[in-house]
């Protein structure tokens, strides 16, 4: 699903404002604020449900501010709110009744564990271990491991475009897509300091530079510099050492991806997030004014929750 990696931190020396980015959702919006994240999803009778929580102490601290570190820990944050929010407003969409506590039961967090584990093995499967098995059917005519690394992540970055580009194909996911481009122009109005109202959200592109589709990119692109360097080992170890870096290449994907929204009008800015910026004209779509008022609501939610004093709201853990 398609998701901004951003987090809700001091901005660069672009902004003096904190940085909000989120996810879209089935029909909605998640924003993830400074102390509070935000949920806004279309009811089947036209009326947008809309509700906000507190961000737990876990993802949240000194921590949070550590190059590297940060980039593992926001990543762990944007999988479970985003899990968490795609189960919630799949309910509210079909119109069943949402539960006052946000779904957070013990057996419903049990159900987002699994499924999160689920799509983690799945995701492991298609985008490392797959390009993998695919490279070993060439490799007795490759003289350089190097060589044969590289191969490995071209097949992993055709893998992660062909996958992005054929499910925009089905009717549900083109409409993800166009509430993904609703939160982005709500995010890039937010940051130029406008009215958040339908015409000036209208005003932004859809692509925006801290997206998770551009994350997804990056990390495709590390993993290709860092694995080309492991030499050529069986094949259990080299699908280990795959998966035992992936928090390695995360922080330093992050770390990119935060450094190229900060200095977007720098040319070296602009470069480090053009590969991004065209992946997401496959992963965002326009979206019509309905949608763009679901984002709206969503970011408005967020804003107004982060400004009331942290000593008046609990902190539940997730």
């Known amino acids: 699903m398609a998701r901004s990696s951003t987090d809700a931190?001091?901005?660069?020396?672009?902004?003096?404002?904190?940085?909000?980015?989120?996810q879209a959702v089935i029909e909605g919006v998640m924003i993830r604020g400074v102390r509070h994240y935000s949920l806004?999803?279309?009811?089947?009778?036209?009326?947008?449900?809309?509700?906000?929580?507190?961000?737990?102490?876990?993802?949240?601290?000194?921590?949070?501010?550590?190059?590297?570190?940060?980039?593992?820990?926001?990543?762990?944050?944007?999988?479970?709110?985003?899990?968490?929010?795609?189960?919630?407003?799949?309910?509210?969409?079909?119109?069943?009744?949402?539960?006052?506590?946000?779904?957070?039961?013990?057996?419903?967090?049990?159900t987002m564990g699994v499924t999160m584990a689920i799509a983690l093995a799945l995701g492991i499967g298609i985008f490392l271990v797959l390009p993998l098995l695919a490279v070993r059917l060439i490799d007795p005519f490759l003289e350089s491991s190097v060589v044969s690394n590289l191969i490995e992540g071209v097949i992993r970055l055709i893998i992660l475009v062909a996958y992005v580009a054929g499910i925009?194909?089905?009717?549900?996911?083109?409409?993800?897509?166009?509430?993904?481009?609703?939160?982005?122009?709500?995010?890039?109005?937010?940051?130029?300091?406008?009215?958040?109202?339908?015409?000036?959200?209208?005003?932004?592109?859809?692509?925006?530079?801290?997206?998770?589709?551009?994350?997804?990119?990056?990390?495709?692109?590390v993993s290709v510099l860092v694995f080309a360097l492991l030499g050529r080992p069986d094949l259990e170890w080299r699908i280990l050492s795959r998966i035992a870096l992936?928090?390695?290449?995360?922080?330093?994907?992050?770390?990119?991806?935060?450094?190229?929204?900060?200095?977007?009008?720098?040319?070296?800015?602009?470069?480090?997030?053009?590969?991004?910026?065209?992946?997401?004209l496959i992963t965002t779509r326009q979206p019509d004014e309905d949608q763009i008022q679901v984002a709206i609501a969503a970011m408005e939610a967020a804003l107004a929750a982060d400004n009331q004093p942290p000593s008046q709201v609990a902190d539940p853990q997730p």
């Open 246 to 280: 992936i928090p390695v290449v995360a922080a330093v994907s992050y770390e990119i991806i935060r450094f190229a929204g900060a200095h977007r009008r720098a040319w070296f800015g602009k470069a480090l997030a053009a590969p991004g910026l065209a992946l997401q």
């Open 168 to 221: 925009s194909a089905m009717k549900d996911i083109r409409r993800v897509y166009a509430y993904h481009g609703a939160e982005h122009m709500a995010v890039h109005t937010y940051e130029a300091g406008q009215e958040l109202t339908v015409d000036n959200v209208r005003r932004h592109p859809t692509p925006h530079p801290r997206c998770g589709t551009a994350f997804l990119l990056t990390v495709a692109v």
């Open 40 to 110: 806004a999803v279309r009811r089947p009778d036209g009326d947008i449900f809309c509700d906000t929580e507190p961000v737990s102490t876990r993802f949240s601290g000194r921590v949070r501010r550590v190059p590297m570190v940060r980039g593992v820990l926001i990543l762990a944050e944007t999988l479970w709110y985003g899990m968490k929010s795609l189960q919630r407003s799949a309910i509210i969409a079909a119109g069943e009744a949402d539960s006052p506590d946000g779904s957070d039961s013990a057996a419903s967090k049990w």
């Open 9 to 22: 931190q001091p901005a660069g020396p672009q902004s003096a404002r904190p940085l909000y980015g989120g």
